[in-house]
């Protein structure tokens, strides 16, 4: 489970608001936090009504609420991610209904479209342009993950308790603590009983002991399984 902070983090270049309740505005500057009050924290909680709302914004501007135990930057480059994805999906919903729009009035031609695009702010320098900052955006993070992952890489870590499948190797502090994250998170557990069976199989054919903490090299763990 995420050990969520107070700490709402803005990893974009765009300064953005949210209106909160009670005429409460938060404003973050590109790349910055702010520290949120325990009210405001507990909209974040799963269960608590309205925090699904809260969260797709949040999405929708590239926030996310800092967990001290996972490295900023993996966050940050999820966090970017799925704004990309939210915004993409509102775009590509706007173009739709604009094309449909404006063929019942004859018009179809790509540029008149591109130009009514233009006009109402999802054009190069609306929307579609602040998308393709954050994909750019995106590339430097995934960059600097990996990165990290290269670094955490020549750590010596213990196979038995250490979970190879995500963007860098996480360590827990016992076989019982992995074995419980795995139950909680299936998806996880599943690529983790994949990887190592490879490894084990790996481990017989060579015949040769792995230095231990020396993390598997095969198969490889990604950012794409972010």
């Given amino acids: 489970m995420s050990n969520f902070s107070n700490k709402l983090c803005n990893p974009t270049p765009f300064p953005n608001m949210k209106k909160w309740e009670r005429g409460i505005e938060i404003t973050i500057p590109p790349f910055g936090s702010v520290d949120l009050t325990i009210n405001q924290v507990n909209d974040f909680r799963a269960g608590q009504p309205g925090s699904e709302a809260v969260r797709e914004e949040l999405d929708s501007k590239g926030w996310f609420l800092l967990d001290p135990d996972r490295s900023y930057e993996i966050q940050a480059l999820e966090a970017v991610r799925r704004c990309i994805k939210k915004l993409t999906d509102q775009l590509n919903g706007v173009v739709t209904r604009l094309q449909e729009s404006m063929a019942q009035m004859g018009q179809k031609e790509p540029e008149i479209v591109e130009e009514r695009m233009r006009l109402l702010g999802y054009g190069d320098k609306g929307m579609k342009g602040k998308i393709e900052g954050l994909k750019k955006l995106e590339k430097r993070y995934a960059e600097i993950v990996e990165e990290q992952s290269a670094q955490v890489m020549e750590r010596p870590f213990d196979p038995t308790k250490t979970l190879f499948v995500t963007p860098g190797p996480q360590e827990f502090p016992s076989i019982a ?47 794409n399984d972010i």
Avoid at 182 to 198: G, Q, S, T, W, Y
């Fill in 177 to 223: 603590a992995l074995e419980f994250f795995l139950d909680e998170n299936p998806e996880i557990k599943a690529r983790h009983v994949v990887f190592m069976k490879e490894f084990r199989k790996k481990q017989e054919e060579s015949l040769t002991p792995i230095r231990k903490g020396r993390p598997p090299t095969l198969p490889e763990a990604s950012i």
